[in-house]
């Protein structure tokens, strides 16, 4: 009875492979089996080298290049295979951002946001782009909120109506709190600068 409900729902014969997305980020040296560092699963957290070189190597898996920056290893480029040009904008800002880059917001992305406003000429770019849960969009909806990226650092700054400074960067590709010392003492100036008193950062 539960095959042929999911083959009524699904029309696929039982037994058959369903399709699924899923966003699985490694290293090349993990891929080819050089090292066994672990995977990162969006959405799911770590995964075990050996299981993702399996997921990676299937037949009816799908690769693409995803490029991370080298000075803070945040994701900054996908392959243009599967997607039209929007809608890779939109995954590359999803699996850049990871989660919402507002204020202390750690909530699943709902909408991707202007920095620049489209209708002050900010353009529909992924440098230009930033993973919000719908609180936060609305929240940055104020016009009193100011909200800018540096060009040269890519840190987003945020201040609010009561002055508050809150500076994001995108996470790491393979997570939070990864990273070689030198990226992860990077990450750390550039959110919170010197010059800067540690309670109005973040």
């Known amino acids: 009875m539960t095959d ?3 083959a009524r729902v699904t ?3 039982q037994g058959a492979v369903v399709p699924a997305h899923v966003n699985l980020v490694m290293t090349e040296q993990t891929l080819l089996g050089l ?3 672990p995977a990162h699963l969006y959405g799911g957290g770590p995964l075990p080298a050996h299981v993702a070189r399996e997921l990676a190597t299937s037949t009816t898996a799908w690769l693409r290049r995803i490029r991370s920056d080298p000075v803070d290893g945040s994701v900054c480029e996908i392959d243009a295979r599967r997607r039209r040009f929007d809608g890779l904008v939109r995954e590359l800002v999803t699996l850049r951002d990871q989660h919402c880059q507002g204020i202390q917001c750690a ?3 709902r909408d991707i946001d202007h920095i620049i406003e489209h209708s002050k000429g900010g353009l529909t770019v992924a440098s230009n782009g ?3 849960s719908k609180n936060c969009h609305v929240a940055r ?3 009193r909120m100011t909200v800018g990226r540096d060009p040269d650092t890519a840190v ?3 201040e609010t109506t009561t002055g508050l400074v809150h500076r994001n960067l995108p996470p790491p590709a ?3 709190g990864t990273g070689d010392n030198r990226q992860l003492q990077l990450r750390h100036f550039l959110l919170h600068p010197p010059d800067s008193p540690a309670s109005s950062g973040c």
């Open 4 to 6: 042929t409900l999911v």
């Open 11 to 13: 029309g696929l014969e």
């Open 35 to 37: 090292d066994d560092s």
């Open 107 to 109: 909530s699943p992305i």
């Open 130 to 132: 930033q993973g919000l």
């Open 141 to 143: 909806g104020d016009a």
């Open 156 to 158: 987003v700054r945020w």
């Open 174 to 176: 393979l997570g939070s």
